[in-house]
């Protein structure tokens, strides 16, 4: 087994801590989808400027409005910059006013996107943990330090060289932190399997 083999000190071990309410990290659910590739961008550092054009996956959609739904707050973790303010547009612009159905409160969502060069991120950080239901579009820059509740986790592109292990098991264990809801949800959404994915979830496997 893996643990073994850190025994042996053939591969390094990736530790995660117990947490205080006993409950393990939830093991992430992987939805691969062989279109869900990188875009391309316009090549300017602007993020503002930034311009792409994608669809994102069914599946991220369906697991998105079933977290909302039901009341949690959803972390989307994307790989570059220049992603989070694309994919928070497309998030926002489908909530009010894609297919949702009317009464059930999803046009309401506070849809944020965070990212290191943002100069107004610890504002939008207070208000995504405060909001009862908001989705954060963000890249790595909140894979830790933030306990929010009801918390539930999808990462985009989860195939990206960017993420390694301890990246994806970080973004992980942003989703159930609190003793009221410690078996959160974790989606990687991804282009193809990886090392770094099959190694993420076997290791929170038998750490577990």
């Known amino acids: 087994t893996m643990l073994k083999a850190a025994q042996r ?10 947490r205080h309410h006993g409950y393990p990290v939830p093991v992430p659910e992987v939805i691969l989808d062989r279109r869900h590739l990188l875009p391309s961008c316009s090549g300017k550092r602007d993020v503002s400027e930034a311009k792409t054009t994608f669809t994102l996956p ?5 697991k998105l409005y ?10 989307i973790f994307v790989p570059r910059v220049w992603l989070v303010s694309v994919v928070e547009k497309a998030v926002s612009d ?7 159905k009317e009464g059930d409160g999803l046009s309401r969502v506070v849809v944020l996107g965070i990212h290191s060069r943002d100069p107004k991120r610890d504002e939008k950080r207070l208000t995504f943990e405060r909001k009862t239901q908001a989705v ?3 890249t790595s820059v909140l894979e830790r330090g ?3 509740p009801r918390a539930d986790v999808i990462v985009l592109y989860a195939h990206d060289p960017l993420y390694d292990a301890r990246t994806l098991m970080q973004m ?6 609190a003793a009221s809801y410690p078996q959160g949800k974790v989606y990687f959404i991804a282009g193809a399997t990886t090392q770094a994915i099959q190694w993420t979830i076997e290791n929170l496997e038998e750490i577990n």
């Open 172 to 177: 992980a264990g942003r989703s159930g932190r």
């Open 9 to 18: 000190g053939t591969i390094h071990l990736i530790t995660v801590p117990v």
């Open 66 to 75: 079933d977290s909302l739904l039901e009341g949690n707050r959803v972390f």
């Open 146 to 148: 933030i306990t929010v």
């Open 94 to 100: 489908q909530l009010k006013g894609g297919e949702v």
């Open 58 to 62: 069914k599946g991220f959609w369906v």
């Open 136 to 138: 954060v579009v963000t």
